[in-house]
């Protein structure tokens, strides 16, 4: 069973950056469409960025974060990131990440259906 886990969150102030990772034990990321989402109490899960298995490597951003998150892949690490910059209180969620299954190589942020594995969540808030 793949089991991702998600580090990097914390407390930064408006204008801030933080780099999130979400890694595997035993699975090859790069096979897999890893998706990043993030979710406030009392609303609905909001897809932010994803890549598509290394075979495709295609990225999507949510337009709200479009120009300021970056995601990509450390294949040596096992490793996918989300590098967030220009950070606003808005952007205070838990993020998580997810794996879509084995062998669908094509990512999305339209919906989190799709994603079968999913990490524990990392806490990020953007606050002075």
């Known amino acids: 069973q793949l089991q991702l886990v998600e580090s990097g969150g914390g407390l930064v102030q408006p204008g801030g950056s933080l780099r999130l990772s979400c890694t595997a034990s035993?699975?090859?990321?790069?096979?897999?469409?890893i998706g990043w989402f993030r979710q406030v109490p009392g609303k609905e899960s909001e897809g932010v960025s994803c890549?598509?298995?290394?075979?495709?490597?295609?990225?999507y951003y949510a337009d709200s974060v479009k120009g300021r998150f970056t995601i990509s892949r450390d294949s040596a690490k096992n490793t996918v990131y989300l590098q967030m910059n220009s950070l606003k209180p808005e952007d205070t969620a838990t993020y998580y990440c997810?794996?879509?299954?084995?062998?669908?190589?094509?990512?999305?942020?339209?919906?989190?259906?799709?994603?079968?594995?999913w990490g524990q969540g990392t806490q990020v808030t953007v606050s002075s």
């Open positions: 890549i598509s298995a290394s075979s495709d490597a295609s990225t």
């Open positions: 035993g699975y090859i990321l790069d096979y897999y469409a």
């Open positions: 997810a794996a879509r299954p084995a062998g669908f190589r094509l990512c999305v942020i339209t919906t989190d259906d799709l994603y079968e594995h």
